[in-house]
């Protein structure tokens, strides 16, 4: 793992750590917006998802699709959102790339048509014609 002392994700208890391998790691979002929310981080410290190697890539996706299982099995959620904040402008907050991955429950939602087309309200809803 990089030494980025100020970097939240480069400083993690290892007991955080729920699962690895070779390019990166699994942890449950310390501030969840549904239960199991989950994050997939590369070890290195890189910002932007457009500047990992394929290598990376592959790592991660692996990563990611062994968290749904997980997820699968211990919370058997309806569906997910996958997201990933690029850049301050799209509300990164911690410099690290790190992947979300949000578990959704049938009713969690009054209407959850759009998904993370909410990112920016006025633009989300392009079906009912409002």
């Known amino acids: 793992m990089s030494a980025y002392t100020d970097c939240p994700f480069c400083t993690l208890p290892a007991e955080r750590i729920i699962d690895r391998n070779e390019f990166g790691f699994v942890i449950r979002d310390a501030y969840p917006i549904s239960p199991g929310h989950t994050l997939v981080i590369p070890h290195r410290h890189v910002g932007s998802f457009f500047d990992i190697r394929e290598a990376e890539r592959n ?14 099995a211990e919370f058997s959620p309806s569906g997910y959102n996958i997201g990933i904040n690029d850049g301050t402008a799209a509300g990164q907050t911690v410099p690290h790339l ?25 633009k989300a809803d392009y079906w009912s014609g409002r």
């Open 98 to 122: 790190h992947l979300h991955l949000i578990p959704r429950y049938a009713g969690d939602m009054p209407d959850p048509r759009g998904g993370v087309r909410w990112v920016i309200p006025h």
């Open 59 to 72: 790592g991660l996706m692996q990563l990611l699709e062994a968290a749904r299982k997980q997820l699968e």
